[in-house]
């Protein structure tokens, strides 16, 4: 069972970038789809993207001109930074994991961490 | 993008009775590609059922999952008190991955 926490700022001013990171434990980063997902208060789920294997990456194209997701392998951590932060972006960050092949699912998730933007 | 609509958009039950949520896509989802998740207030969404019709680990098997092409289906044969909750949709099948809006199943 893999365990993730995600772990960042809280509140966030306009214009500004975020970086979050979601650190794994009970598993290797090479193995899964590491994604990221958003939840606006009270509203429901969006995909942000994801890395996988070395280095391939997927973005939702409502926000690929401002999200990044990388890996620190040596660190078993992964990352997600958003630009631009505005009031829209606001929202639940979730960190998780894809088995793929035969499990198709978002399998593991972190607790979330809730961003704020506002100045 | 796959369009994901889910109905009813909330479900008023009692305790024992059985639950019937629908999902529907705006294109064809190949059944190993779709999946449904329970989120509780406050907590993070739990896999409840991936490739249309699996319970993932731990799932009680109350929850089942049907359906194929456009039309999902998930069923929870005897709600219990835990089970009082928002279920979405989902499917890995055309990038974006999306889900659906959720269905609330609230106590009658």
């Known amino acids: 069972q893999v365990q993730l926490q995600e772990s960042g700022p809280g509140l966030v001013k306009p214009s500004e970038t975020l970086s979050l990171t979601c650190t794994v434990s009970g598993g290797s980063i090479g193995s899964y789809y590491w994604t990221w997902i958003r939840q606006p208060p009270g509203e429901g789920l969006e995909w942000i993207g994801y890395f996988y294997n070395s280095g391939s990456t997927n973005y939702n194209p409502s926000l690929k001109s401002r999200v990044t997701i990388s890996a620190d392998t040596s660190k078993n951590q992964f990352s997600l930074k958003l630009t631009s932060m505005t009031a829209a972006d606001t929202a639940v960050y979730y960190c998780a994991t894809v088995r793929g092949g035969y499990n198709w699912g978002f399998t593991d998730w972190g607790q979330g961490t809730l961003v704020i933007v506002s100045s | 993008e796959i369009v994901l609509t889910q109905s009813p958009g909330t479900l008023s039950l009692s305790p024992g009775e059985r639950a019937t949520l629908s999902c529907r896509a705006s294109q064809r989802v190949t059944t190993s590609y779709l999946a449904w998740y329970q989120q509780k207030p406050g907590q993070a969404p739990r896999l409840l059922i991936y490739?249309?019709?699996n319970r993932a680990t731990g799932i009680p098997d109350r929850f089942s999952g049907s359906g194929s092409g456009t039309d999902f289906t998930l069923t929870i044969s005897r709600l219990e008190p835990e089970d009082f909750a928002v279920y979405y949709c989902?499917?890995?099948?055309?990038?974006?991955?999306?889900f659906g809006q959720g269905t609330k199943v609230e106590i009658k």
């Open positions: 490739g249309a019709f």
């Open positions: 989902q499917q890995f099948g055309i990038s974006p991955w999306t």
